[in-house]
């Protein structure tokens, strides 16, 4: 059992304060974002008025310790939320702004002294709760910024025989967005494997769950760029991890999940040349609920053309809903959007990949469903990437989320698509959104090397199909409940009777999935087990559905305390 505030042995008023002077100062008592709009010493209305203006915005969130972009639940709201009062509830009491490896080294060596829970926070991008802890002291990377340096050719840390990448590379040194990293890559004509949100961190949770990217059929999974890793471990060393070095580790980063094993402090990942993209954006109305049914014949068409599509070149993400149309689908009832591109590719090269599906919806368009289509090209992929995707995701936005990975067979079997379809689609006040990310195929499906540690179900993967039940950042708990156990059993149901021997995303899986380390790690489970009981065999490092968390309990009232070995 981690100790916790109130306690007799948690560290004292005097404890706190020679710690923090270890460490130049860098400790912080951690105050919730909207505290000043509650009465307290930390009231202040002008600040209260400006929190109020950027609530909704990620990166402003991901500017505080304890802020964070999708929070379960937040304890601290503002004025007109979910709360009517404020308190830190079950996120850390203490931060230390670990800006250098060393502080980051020192914060792990006092909390495991201490028994103090540990949470490591990069930007707070965060679905599953992993970023947060009751009564944890909190490792907060976002300062940690030690330049990003693009190299020609791909320097090595450690030389070996193992490594085979011979391309370039970018070095990240530490806390940084994708679109900081983004930038570096333009200005070097490169691509990077990167996240469809600029705001995710790069080389924190992301790219060590797995990562998906629109240039992901194209090059791979964000975890099969990683080259190697500066990581912090349990007992304070600081390692490399590579394919020259403590292999078995560097594997485990490679799609293991985040905040597990040690903590990566810098990275190198790698850079292709740049190229030309053709895009394709797609439209689908209909304004007449009549029409309900032929629109989930037409999403069908859709999603059984997805695995030609990509196989053709094409990749990309799209959304939909039967009864809450995505917002740019104007006054309709039901609606799809999606944008996909495909590399080195002419607009009637695409035109031709699409024709035979767009041949197949002349049975709809015009009649019970408006289809629009519409391609451009891009002369490079920064300009592709944020006219089609890069836009930050709205923070504190509140739902229930599921996830799976589906192959091509799945996708093939008519009959079975069709019901899975229609028991995601819901119903009218449900409040369902699906998405497709139409980002697999290609260089996924064949790991680029022996270290990959994602979920092996991942290299048969062609799409990531996502469904989210929203709900009111007001609602009662019964009302959050009910929404989370229909996603669970219902609809995450409905796609695994689809695709019963794949699994789901771990960074956009089910908070509440039973079968998280079936579903989330699928084979590679073992070899995870083995890394995490030889560098952290006293799990120093935990959060929820990580590998090793299964032997942990969280309590009411957020205590965590171990239930086996």
Known sequence: MFRAPGDRCWPSDAEWTTFNSSISGKLIKTVPVAAPCYAGPEENDVECQNIKAQWTDSVFQSQFPIGYSYPQPQFCDIPGGNTTTCSIGDSPVYAVNADTPEIVGAAVLFAKDKNIRIAVKMTGHDLLGRSTGYGSLEIWLRNLQGGIIFEESYKQSQSCSATLWSGSAISIGGGYQWSDVYLVAKANNVV??????PDVGAIGGYTQGGGHSLAMSQFGL???QLLEANVVLANGDQVLASPCENTDLYAALRGGGGGTYGIITSAKIKAYPDMQITAQTFSMTTLLSDHIDDFMNAVAIVYQALPSLIDGGLSGYGTWSAYNPPTNAGNSVAGMTYSMGAFNASITRVQELFASTAAKLEEYDGTSVNVTVNYSTFNNYYD?????????SPAESQAALVSRLMGKRHLSNSAGLRKMLNVTAGKPNEHVVSTFGAVG??????APDHFSGVNPAWRETYILNLVARGYSNTADYATVAAAHHDTTYIKGAAMTELAPDTGAYMNEGDSQDPEYLLNF???ALDHHQSVKAKYDPEDVFFCPTCVGSQNWAIKPGGRLCKTSS
């Not at 195929?441 to 064949?446: D, I, S």
């Open 192 to 197: 990077v494997v990167g996240g469809g949100c």
């Open 222 to 224: 964000a975890a099969d």
């Open 441 to 446: 195929g290609g260089a996924v499906l064949q």
């Open 384 to 392: 592709y990437y944020y006219a089609t995707n890069g836009v930050n």
């Open 521 to 523: 790690y699928g084979e």
